[in-house]
Every structure is written in C-alpha cells, then in structure tokens.
T-cell receptor, first 113, second 114 residues
Framework: DQQVKQNSPSLSVQEGRISILNCDYTNSMFDYFLWYKKYPAEGPTFLISISSIKDKNEDGRFTVFLNKSAKHLSLHIVPSQPGDSAVYFCAAKADFGNEKLTFGTGTRLTIIP | EAQVTQNPRYLITVTGKKLTVTCSQNMNHEYMSWYRQDPGLGLRQIYY???????DKGDVPEGYKVSRKEKRNFPLILESPSPNQTSLYFC?????????????FGPGTRLTVT
C-alpha cells in the first residue's frame, strides 16, 4: 500500500527550463511534506519542506506547492541546471512526534544541457 | 563536519552469517532511524530510536535488530541474513522526532546476501 506516490519514474528537461516533479499521497494524517534529492552513491539530502498549513514554500530556485484537498504536492525548479540531475524523493510525515518519514518511489530528473 | 557515517559501504555475505552495519552521527541528534531502499518501493523504515535505550519497529523490521546504547551510535544487526535482505541501507538522524526536523542521511550500505 503505497501511501506516497510519484507516478513519473523519470523526467527529462532542457537546461534553463522549469522542472516540475509531482507527488500524491493518500493518508490524510500526513501534515508535513519534504523533498529529498539523491545523487548516485550518496544518501538523500534534504531539499525543501512544507507544512500543511501552507500552500507554497520557496527557497531560491526551488518551490514546493501543496494542494491539500487534492492530496497533491509538486516541486518546481526554475531555472533547471545540470547539477539538478538526480533522483528526487517526496516524503510525508504525520506530526505525532515519533512518526516515520513515508517516502515515494522517486523520480529521476535529467537536465539536458 | 556534521555527518552521518555508515560502515561498511559495501558488503557481500552468505545466507545465515551474522553481520552488523554500524551507524554513527556527530550532531548530538536524539532521533535515529534505518531505512532500506529497493527498486520500485522507495525507502522504507526498518527501525527507529527516539533516544538512548528507546527503539521501536518501523514498517519492515522482520529479520533485523537494533540497539541504542549511546546517543551517537545506532547499529543494524542481521542475525541470520537471507537473500531478500539484499538491499541498499540508509541510516538517518535528526535533532528530534518532531515533524519539523528534517532527517540527515548517511551515504548508504549496499548489502548483497547470496
């Protein structure tokens, strides 16, 4: 039962354009969402997060949008750069104090120079 | 440098031979966790620890043990490894288990059980 879904296993985007990565979730108890970026042979690194009380959070080139009624979030990267090529994981958490991160299956983003 | 370290990074072993994967963090984090990553399944939590001597099961704890005798260390123990435990393992830590604290991940341990 995949509670966090990333339906696009891969995405290719031209350098300088916008990359949009999508994530859907089913558990209505999730109220905090994170995006992690992973390069080969490295562990995931935290990128950006959003609380359910917000619908947008921005950090430089990265913006995360949350549509709570649709149980959908997206990560926008503008402009996309070659160094953004990586696997991106969406993760969700319920704020019970000791709840785990539930991860999606990841989207491999390739930025074409 | 603040980091989470894991050893070994790569391990090939045989069915039934006990092994331990070590995890250490130097950030004085209370919360530590182990995940495994498998194709098509993302990362799934194996065990977690809220603090010293406090551990609990995650989603896929079968076949694994953990201990938290010191704050900085959280070893993962496979008493009798089986081929279905072939996977990529990540240790993670955070200041606390609060939802607002992102988890920091180690570099991963690729385990193959034959």
């Amino acid at each position: 039962d995949q509670q966090v879904k990333q339906n696009s296993p891969s995405l290719s985007v031209q350098e300088g354009r916008i990359s949009i990565l999508n994530c859907d979730y089913t558990n209505s108890m999730f109220d905090y969402f994170l995006w992690y970026k992973k390069y080969p042979a490295e562990g995931p690194t935290f990128l950006i997060s959003i609380s359910s009380i917000k619908d947008k959070n921005e950090d430089g080139r990265f913006t995360v949008f949350l549509n709570k009624s649709a149980k959908h979030l997206s990560l926008h990267i503008v402009p996309s750069q070659p160094g953004d090529s990586a696997v991106y994981f969406c993760a969700a958490k319920a704020d019970f104090g000791n709840e785990k991160l539930t991860f999606g299956t990841g989207t491999r983003l390739t930025i074409i120079p | 440098e603040a980091q989470v370290t894991q050893n070994p990074r790569y391990l090939i072993t045989v069915t039934g031979k006990k092994l331990t994967v070590t995890c250490s963090q130097n950030m004085n984090h209370e919360y530590m966790s182990w995940y495994r990553q498998d194709p098509g399944l993302g990362l799934r939590q194996i065990y977690y620890s809220m603090n010293v001597e406090v551990t609990d099961k995650g989603d896929v704890p079968e076949g694994y043990k953990v201990s938290r005798k010191e704050k900085r260390n959280f070893p993962l123990i496979l008493e009798s490894p089986s081929p279905n435990q072939t996977s990529l393992y990540f240790c993670a830590s955070s200041y606390s288990s609060s939802a607002r604290n992102e988890q920091y991940f180690g570099p991963g341990t690729r385990l193959t059980v034959t």
